[in-house]
């Protein structure tokens, strides 16, 4: 299965190791948006986005690199690194899932953990999440994955 990863990861590099561990099993391709055409997610069989959230929401590069997709049909998965925990009522993997959908994509799963984060409120006391992911984290990324291949 041809499998790519367009992952933003700006600040700790907490997408970018999920995405890694998740490209292990996968043997997928990691790239961020700015370094691949939007056209070539459509010549994969799976595609997954992620990035780190940014007060509740998917970063900004990678949300314009999704809606300057082509429509087109295929299977996509989402993931997310955050300082806070993803609330139920409204997640922050939502607008991507729905953006995707949009266009024409098939989105099968979400996947989202905890990761350091020093965003305003949080670098008075050095941050929180400091040892994020961790090994259960990516094993966790890792198990997701192969769930995919199912």
Known sequence: MKTLLVCTSVSHGNTRRVAEAMAEVLGARVVAPQDVAVAEPSDHDLVGFGSGVFSQA?????????????????????????????????PFT???VRLLEGRGLTVEATFTCRAFDTWAPFRPVGGINKRRP????????RAFAGRLLR
């Open 134 to 141: 961790d090994a259960g984290d990516l094993t966790a990324a």
């Open 94 to 96: 939502r607008p991507l």
């Open 58 to 90: 998917m970063h900004p590069d990678l949300l314009a690199f999704v809606r300057a997709l082509p429509r087109s049909t295929g299977r996509a998965f989402v993931f997310a690194t955050s300082g806070l925990p993803e609330l139920p009522f409204a």
